[in-house]
């Protein structure tokens, strides 16, 4: 097989990746190696083929490389070692060096691809393109026809790049997105950086602190916790170890134990192939934008203390939390007229990771759980936009099995979508409203909410002589202004109620409970409204223009710089908010009428496109 030395011996890289096709096609003879599985396809020792993956010779594949289910593999294809190709992508007349990742959907048209290099979910990398070693091609990027990118480059999410870079290197300027860390496990999560990052987290926080660590039940979210763990040693931490469990269950042990911070490591609600970390503080919110700035930096000049062998000392094991979690969710409700009511639900979620903490929950407070609902008892793994397309069948299940409401949660606890007994399905706004009611019928006071919900709960607010406050979008925001506004019972109450769903649903059973009110009265209680969002792309370096030409132009009516830019208008608002992780402005809009919503949105839109439109 050809490989990089070869190139040293031909003319240019059009007569390299020639001289791969003959030796594909059995004009120049050489011997090919490994083994002939079909008609001229050649794997080398290792190879796993799906066999719902598409190979058309002439090909070869290396040793060791993997190519998932729906991946097309067409004529004159070169794989070295190693090379990981998930679902769905496609690679025609292409060389690929040794140990490259492939992303779903991605595609690849006649390149040449250097060794270890990531091309991410959706990017396209086309005719004559050449990438160098190392580099990183993220998601729904595209490298034009002759683009060459030299070593160590990282071309961003969604760009388009149309001439080749020499300069640059591959360090990312931000490794926290919107919550946490996160990426593909083996690809950008590596036990190597989560060991590393698990160091820089510790040296911020400081030799001899107290910190935990725990993951979800997924064999690849234990992994990187141990590195983690590993990482926060070599810091000199005092590291617990939490073991497996949910979000809010080290959100509750960090406050219980009194640690300086924690990490949950947990599969993305999106991907399963995807982690996320989420590193927590004293108080079990998420860390300040400042400390991940810290916790950034030293990552990036790796210059952070490390401690002496005599100052390392091994993980501390926590044993019960699972059951004192429990026990702090249910306290404050009035647990035997809960058990009084015996409420039965129809539950949607992966048992795999959440059985233990329904059963405890359950127990504890006399509920009846189906999980006949259409995904059977829920075993494995399933996407949150998978279990959203799932609701009317759901919703069916609750009203055949006469079930009080339904709840879908994701396998960390961390969303939760409510069912009433009517099948009428409460998700996103109108479960932010039906939580805000809760509390101001309950205690009054106030209720924080972010920028983006309907202007209902300030309706509601008003008719429970309570307060509205506002925040960002970004969890942290949300999450330290829930805290901040109520350190007693009714901040507590209300991070309960919004950053746990085991605890929600607990709150909201017992709310019906003492009232003997069913979940479809809640929400009949809640004022109409009308939202609408969608997102456009706009390139990164677009976004602050796209900002200041909505500040210095807006069209009539008051204007609020709290989270991206919200224009009141006489009959609703619309709400320009860049995205922190991708190359989109998301536009929300709330009207009187739908159709007043959308239009709003369609306005935006529009005023987007032309103020990117202007330079481009």
Not at 43 to 61: H, W, Y
Not at 147 to 173: D, F, I, N, Y
Not at 477 to 483: A, G, N, S, Y
Request: hydrophobic share 40%; charged share 20%.
């Amino acid at each position: 097989m050809l490989r990089a030395t070869s190139v040293c011996k031909l003319g240019n890289l059009q007569q390299y990746i020639e001289a791969h096709y003959d030796a594909l096609s059995g004009k120049v003879r050489i011997k090919i190696p490994g083994k002939e599985i079909s008609p001229g396809v050649w794997a080398e020792d290792g190879a796993f083929i799906d066999p719902a993956a598409s190979i058309e010779g002439p090909a070869l594949i290396g040793a060791g490389c993997q190519i998932g289910a729906g991946a097309r593999i067409d004529p004159y294809t070169v794989m070295g070692q190693g090379c990981l190709v998930q679902e769905r992508a496609s690679i025609k007349r292409s060389v690929l060096w040794n140990n490259v990742f492939v992303g779903s959907g991605a595609a690849l048209r006649g390149a040449v691809v250097g060794s270890r290099v990531q091309v991410q979910s959706g990017a396209g990398i086309y005719e004559g393109a050449v990438v160098g070693d190392d580099s990183i091609i993220k998601e729904n990027s595209l490298l034009k026809p002759e683009v060459k990118l030299w070593p160590h480059k990282v071309v961003e999410t969604g760009a388009t790049v149309q001439r080749s870079l020499v300069w640059g290197t591959c360090s990312p300027k931000r490794f926290f997105g919107f919550e946490g860390v996160s990426g593909l496990v083996n690809v950008e999560i590596t036990p190597e950086f989560a060991a590393r990052l698990g160091g820089a987290f510790g040296a911020v926080c400081g030799a001899g602190v107290r910190l935990a660590v725990s993951s979800d039940n997924y064999t690849a979210s234990r992994m990187i916790k141990e590195a983690l763990a590993a990482g926060m040693q070599s810091a000199g931490a005092a590291v617990l170890d939490l073991g497996t469990g949910i979000t809010p269950l080290q959100r509750y042990a960090v406050r219980r134990l009194g640690c300086k911070g924690g990490v949950h490591v947990k599969v993305s609600p999106y991907s399963p192939d995807r982690v996320v970390i989420v590193f927590t503080n004293s108080r079990g919110g998420n860390i300040s934008r400042d400390m991940e700035r810290k916790i950034e930096n030293a990552l990036s000049r790796e210059d952070y203390a490390r401690a002496d062998a005599a100052r390392i000392v091994p993980p501390e094991t926590v044993p019960g939390l699972a059951a004192g979690y429990i026990k702090a969710v249910c306290e404050g409700l009035d647990k035997e007229r809960i058990r009084n009511v015996g409420f039965k639900l129809v539950i949607s979620c992966d048992r795999h990771n959440l059985g233990g903490f329904i059963a405890g929950l359950s127990e504890e407070l006399g509920i009846f759980t189906d999980s006949g609902g259409p995904d059977g008892d829920g075993a494995g793994y399933r996407s949150w936009r998978t279990l959203q397309g799932m609701l009317p069948s759901m919703a069916r299940a609750v009203m055949e099995s006469g079930a009080d409401a339904g709840a879908v949660l994701d396998p960390n606890a961390d969303l939760l979508i409510l069912i009433d007994e009517k099948g009428r399905i409460i998700q996103d706004d109108l479960l932010t409203a039906l939580l805000s009611l809760i509390i101001l019928k309950k205690q009054g006071g106030t209720v924080v909410v972010p920028v983006t919900a309907p202007r209902a709960i300030e309706v509601l607010a008003e008719r429970y002589q309570g307060r509205v406050v506002r925040t960002k979008t970004a969890l942290q925001d949300f999450l330290d202004k829930v805290l901040v506004q109520g350190e007693g019972a009714e901040g507590v109450s209300q991070f309960f109620l919004h950053f746990d769903g085991l605890s929600a649903l607990a709150r909201v059973l017992d709310y019906a409970a003492q009232n003997g009110t069913p979940l479809s009265e809640l929400v009949e209680e809640i004022p109409l409204f009308f939202v609408d969002k969608k997102e456009v792309p706009v390139p990164w370096e677009a976004k602050g223009r796209v900002i200041r030409h909505l500040i210095q132009d807006p069209p009539a009516g008051r204007l609020e710089l709290l989270d991206g830019v919200k224009v009141y208008h006489q009959d609703g608002w619309a709400l320009v908010l860049p995205d922190p992780d991708e190359p989109v402005c998301r536009v929300f809009s709330e009207g009187s009428t739908m159709e007043i919503a959308e239009s709003l949105t369609e306005m935006y839109l529009k005023k987007i496109n032309e103020i990117v439109g202007q330079n481009a």
